[in-house]
């Protein structure tokens, strides 16, 4: 009844707070709509799925255990598409086109110019950022339907790796017509270094011909704001043209499946999910809230804010569900789609090198399972912790280490010395017979020790959070330092 009576109220707070020419205050009330929907939902669809065949057991709780939904991931992410769409005329300037302006370009400029300038205290995002709102909202529709594809055919790994790259098309052609600014950032220091710059003359070389190669190819000229001259003055800048495409594309390929390989335990993949829209949204806000950053920096930041925003609501929703004892699995659907949520407010907010700061957790876990992912040492179907029937405790779960080659058995050993992994040996002959699986789930239990599934849940997400909110802090005092630059006003200029 409670429940009820509270989906009742955050609903219409949330109709009320609806409103024109104010982004984030619309955002905050489609995040309620979205919360309300997707919480109301799940439980009425979650027998539909079942019937389907889209259910499984959770193997770390006691016998006897039912059969619960799988890919429920699928609701929020449907909800937030429809969300998105629902936002646009709350959020974009609406133009009246005059007749008389029709057949002249100038007086449709100047008309369009007149009428967004007459608004007053105007908030509304211009027209020409429409197509990168609906490439977004297309790659998201393209990645949940691969997501969810995956849920249904259990694509195998090396095969559904590439797909986020493919969803993400849209996006980048978008980027390439409407922004396509390929320049990055060259740290001072590395200019400074003794043969600095005949290094990144070097590099720029390399550049010239990989993009020549391209283009003659393609017949499309990549190069943006410098001709890939690298300028005398500092800040400098590398145009690294075509390959800042191919850096975009593997951003959109490493966010989805970061989160999809930290899994297995309840509540985690929604829960990172969560404390990484939080950590967005705190980045976000410092240029909001900052007098000092141009008008593109505000506006770019302010798009991530509208699509991160709903995303929490829609995501808070399924975390009661996935939360221990879960009650649903979200399923693949939901990590491709909210890992695509990231990049695309990284690509399109123009911030996609500081979003793989916050990303650190995942790229860390990344790093230690490539031995396991890329078969350096075996690498069983799951990895998920081991539940315990007799503490109800997880523990650490293992690899065989009979089957690793040469190579992966002096691998694992090394990785003994320094602690970041756990050897188990024959009582007897004193052999390594077993591994801890590698990722920083398990190397958690092998630091801590065994622990309730909920606990570790929790210390991963507390973990994430640490580290997303100091990435905000580094970005801002020693980014500045290294790179002589920065678009906020934080340390060092």
């Not at 890919?71 to 992410?77: D, F, T």
Request: glycine share 6%.
């Amino acid at each position: 009844m409670f429940s009820k009576v509270f989906r009742l109220v955050v609903l219409g707070l949330s109709l009320s707070y609806v409103t024109v020419n104010n982004p984030v205050q619309t955002s905050v009330a489609f995040a309620g709509i979205g919360y309300v929907v997707t919480y109301t939902l799940i439980p009425r669809l979650t027998t539909s799925f079942i019937n389907v065949g889209l259910k499984g057991k959770d193997l770390s709780k006691p016998p006897p255990v039912n059969e619960i939904a799988e890919s429920m991931g699928a609701v929020p992410a449907i909800t937030y598409l429809f969300l998105m769409f629902g936002l646009i005329p709350f959020i974009f300037f609406k133009y009246l086109v005059s007749f008389n302006s029709l057949s002249n370009d100038d007086s449709i400029s100047d008309n369009y110019a007149t009428q967004y300038n007459a608004l007053a205290n105007n908030r509304l995002f211009p027209h020409n950022k429409l197509a990168e709102y609906l490439s977004a909202v297309l790659c998201l529709q393209s990645t949940t339907m691969l997501g969810f594809l995956d849920d249904l055919f259990d694509i195998r790994w090396r095969h559904k790796f590439f797909l986020p790259a493919i969803a993400s098309l849209p996006l980048l052609i978008v980027y390439y017509v409407d922004f396509s600014v390929t320049s990055v950032v060259v740290p001072a220091f590395v200019s400074n270094l003794p043969g600095g710059e005949i290094f990144l003359q070097f590099i720029n070389q390399l550049i010239i011909i990989g993009n020549f190669i391209v283009s003659k190819i393609t017949g499309l000229n990549f190069s943006t704001l410098n001709e890939f001259v690298v300028p005398r003055e500092s800040p400098k800048l590398l145009d690294l043209g075509f390959f800042y495409y191919v850096y975009l594309a593997s951003v959109s390929i490493f966010a989805p499946n970061s989160i999809n390989i930290l899994a297995g335990v309840n509540g985690l993949e929604v829960g990172q999910s969560v404390i990484l829209g939080v950590v967005f949204l705190v980045n976000d806000f410092c240029y909001l809230l900052s007098p000092n950053v141009s008008q593109a920096a505000y506006d770019s930041h302010l798009f991530s804010v509208i699509f991160i925003i709903p995303f929490l609501g829609v995501s808070l929703a399924l975390l009661q569900y996935n939360w221990f004892p879960a009650r649903v699995f979200v399923g693949d659907t939901y990590c491709y789609f909210s890992g695509m949520v990231f990049a695309i407010v990284g690509i399109l907010g123009h911030f996609s090198k500081t979003s793989l700061l916050f990303l650190v957790p995942q790229i860390v876990n990344f790093i230690y399972s490539v031995p396991q992912l890329f078969n350096i040492v075996p690498c069983p179907r799951h990895r998920l912790p081991k539940f315990n029937l007799d503490n109800g405790l997880m523990y650490p779960s293992y690899g065989n280490y009979r089957e690793a080659s040469t190579f992966g058995k002096l691998l694992v050993r090394s990785l003994e010395k320094f602690g970041l992994i756990k050897l188990v040996r024959d009582p007897s002959t004193k052999e390594i017979i077993q591994f801890s699986n590698m990722t920083i789930i398990n190397l958690s239990l092998v630091w801590v020790g065994p622990l309730r599934e909920d606990i570790l849940c929790l210390l991963l997400l507390v973990v994430q959070l640490v580290i997303g909110l100091s990435m905000i802090a580094v970005r801002h005092t020693v980014g500045p330092w290294l790179f002589g630059y920065d678009n906020l006003s934080w340390g060092v200029k």
